[in-house]
């Protein structure tokens, strides 16, 4: 009998850990999604500037609006933007948004719509190529 009073004396106790356990995770759940949801990303503007007045030359910009980062390096040549490379671009689901780069390229223009599901991206992007524009006034 005694035994069976220890084995059940250990598995309550084990039971009781358990639980806590798990209230203890829950709670930290609880806490991690609060975070995530107060985490509210800075609205960039974004300028949209003449590339026919940027001096030939590659230059490098960056943005960042609290959630998205990027850098990236912009080729002109001639009043064109000829190429443009996202040297980083720190998100979580954005990366659909580094496709953006072919659309300001063909319309030579920053006011191009953002990519769907990554607008975030997409401005923060958008924003990086206009800092890296603005050198070459």
């Known amino acids: ?3 069976h009073i ?3 004396n250990k598995k309550n106790k084990f039971l009781r850990i358990l639980k806590v356990l798990i209230v203890l995770f829950f709670i930290f759940i609880c806490i991690i999604i609060v975070a995530v ?3 509210k990303p800075e609205k960039l503007v974004v300028q949209n500037i003449n590339p026919t007045k940027i001096k030939n030359g590659t230059y490098l ?3 960042d609006n609290g959630l998205v980062k990027a850098t990236v390096s912009v080729k002109v040549n001639n009043g064109v ?3 443009i490379h996202i040297l980083k671009h720190d ?3 954005g990366k659909p948004a580094e496709k953006i780069v072919n659309n300001i390229i063909k319309q030579q223009s920053l006011e191009v719509d953002a990519i769907t599901s990554a607008t975030y991206s997409s ?3 958008r924003k990086a190529i206009e800092n890296a524009l ?3 006034e």
């Open 1 to 3: 009998m005694s035994i």
């Open 6 to 8: 220890k084995n059940l």
């Open 37 to 39: 949801v107060n985490l």
């Open 61 to 63: 910009g960056n943005a």
């Open 81 to 83: 933007i000829k190429d």
């Open 91 to 93: 998100t979580l689901l």
């Open 123 to 125: 401005d923060t992007i």
């Open 134 to 136: 603005q050198k070459g």
